[in-house]
């Protein structure tokens, strides 16, 4: 700043005065959010979500927000960030939704099977569900507003030995899952869940903890599974997992209009932009693979026909389980299948 040059005698002059007070001002309206998360920097989540939404919410705002980023699990792990977001050791976080069945169960239905074909259809569907409705009122329970959603293309299974076929192929295998509805997809088929967060996942395929897993192809390479696994389906219906980037919300309702409505629009363009990525990266990944030696294969008709036929009760138990319990699932399977079939 020019007055730094001036004689201590003229600090106090009128133009120094003003130019100190329009930078404190400038600095008192700052507002610094903690971004945590527990996938690596490399990951999807990160590289295609996180970082390109910060930034996009940097420039709409002209300055007046910026973010503190611990990606990683530097500060919290995966499975723990819905507790890091309410105790407030984080301001935004990434919910995984396959680890918050007890917190969110109604919306464990975006990651049913047989519920959307890519990932484009299945965001805009749950991405339109979690601000309006019964899934948003989950959320408003816990004081959480969502920002925007991430789901990958439906999952695929991938075994570290003999590449699995059929609905006897799964019989006597243990698989690794996300949790929710992929426990319950996992023992329709005759396998046995073993419910291991992502990041613990290369370990335990690695000594034979798990047979196998049911994965989307984003997360492979970044958890470096291609380096151990020994094939992968490429046409199956196994479900998917969700993620929800949120804030608190009364820190959303804390936002001037203005800041609310650049962090709402610019979730909506990261979102559309990883949904295009991940069911581009499909095809992509699938040559890559097979080209490394990993055997990329599909389920016959036949095969695919009678896995589908298992996979439909998955849904069914889903929702009785639910019922059981005092939540209205047959009405948010029913809309949410409504939501996806318009898309």
């Known amino acids: 700043m020019e007055c730094q040059a001036m004689k201590m005698k003229h600090l106090f002059s009128p133009i120094c005065i003003g130019l100190f007070a329009i930078a404190n001002a400038a600095a008192a309206q700052a507002q610094s959010f903690s971004f945590v998360h527990g996938s690596p920097e490399g990951h999807m989540l990160s590289r295609q979500g996180a970082e390109p939404w910060m930034e996009c919410v940097r420039e709409e705002s002209e300055g007046e927000v910026d973010f503190d ?4 699990g530097q500060i919290s792990s995966t499975p723990e960030l819905f507790r890091a977001l309410q105790s407030r050791i984080a301001d935004v976080v990434i919910i995984p939704i396959g680890y918050v069945s007890d917190e969110l169960p109604l919306n464990g239905v975006s990651m049913l099977p047989g519920l959307g074909s890519s990932s484009k259809e299945i965001v805009a569907a749950y991405s339109e569900a979690v601000r309006n409705g019964v899934l948003a009122d989950e959320f408003v329970s816990h004081d959480i507003m969502p920002l925007f959603v991430s789901v990958y293309p439906p999952y695929q299974m991938v075994s570290m030995g ?19 509805a992929m426990n319950l997809a996992i023992s329709e088929l005759g396998a046995s869940p073993a419910e291991i967060p992502i990041g613990d996942t290369y370990v335990a395929l690695e000594r034979g903890t798990a047979d196998g897993t ?11 599974l291609d380096e151990i696994m020994s094939s992968m389906s490429r046409n199956g219906e196994f479900g998917t997992f969700s993620n929800v980037f949120a804030m608190r919300l009364g820190d959303f309702e804390a936002l001037s209009d203005e800041l609310q409505q650049a962090f ?22 699938s040559q890559e693979f097979a080209e490394s030696g990993i055997d990329i294969y599909e389920f016959s008709p036949e095969a695919l ?39």
């Not at 049911?214 to 470096?224: E, H, L, N, T, Y």
């Not at 009760?313 to 299948?337: K, M, T």
């Open 69 to 72: 980023y611990y990606p990683s």
């Open 162 to 180: 003999d590449k699995i076929e059929s609905v006897d192929d799964f019989r006597g295998k243990v698989v690794r899952s996300a949790g929710g």
């Open 214 to 224: 049911i994965s989307g192809f984003a997360s492979i390479k970044p958890f470096s």
């Open 264 to 285: 709402l629009e610019c979730g909506d363009r990261v979102q559309e932009d990883m949904a295009h990525y991940l069911d581009d990266e499909v095809e992509l990944l």
């Open 305 to 343: 026909e009678e896995l589908n036929e298992r996979l439909e009760a998955v849904s069914e138990s889903w929702v009785q389980r639910l019922e059981r319990r005092g939540h209205p699932a047959q009405q948010v399977f029913d809309e949410y299948a409504a939501a996806l079939a318009d898309q």
